[in-house]
């Protein structure tokens, strides 16, 4: 998932995936940690959706950061469950990104909000959280695009005030 933060800001996550999870280190606490081979079919069934899920997550954060590129403040974030086997799965995440227009200058915010969408839509399913973003972006983007117009008919009229040169009847 990505979460939006804007430089004024302190970073907030732009996408939240809260249905992933992964294989990580083991828990710290040994002491209730149990090999596979002594799990009942049960929790080895829950040990293998943890793995499925840990693999979509950080695939979809993955997604999501590739995309961002330089908009991406840091790396992913995840949030961990621990396993029937006492290893930890990633079962959320998220990608903060900077989503602040580009002040005074309209075309620069265009392309970041174009960015920001892309990164919002990157994964192969994006959360609802990630089409909020990807909605919000467009927002920005058709603001950026008024302001653009806008100062383009500006410029337009002062080039049309400044060829209309007052002529002198010199004939009398």
Known sequence: MINAA?????PQPLMRHDQAARLDTPAKNKTNH?????????DLQKVQQLKQRD??????????LSAAGGLAQGGPH??????PDGRRYAIGGDVSVNVA???????????KAEQ???AALAPAKPSTQDQRVAAKATAMQMKA?????NQNQELKNKKESNQSTPQIDISA
């Not at 227009?101 to 392309?111: K, R, W």
Request: net charge negative.
């Open 101 to 111: 227009p580009v002040s005074g200058d309209p075309l620069a915010t265009l392309q």
């Open 34 to 42: 149990q090999s596979t081979q002594k799990l009942s079919d049960e």
């Open 6 to 10: 804007s430089a004024t800001t302190l």
């Open 78 to 83: 995840f949030s961990f469950v621990t396993g």
């Open 145 to 149: 695009q008024m302001e653009l117009l």
């Open 116 to 118: 920001i969408k892309r």
């Open 55 to 64: 693999q979509e997550v950080r695939s979809h954060e993955q997604a999501h």
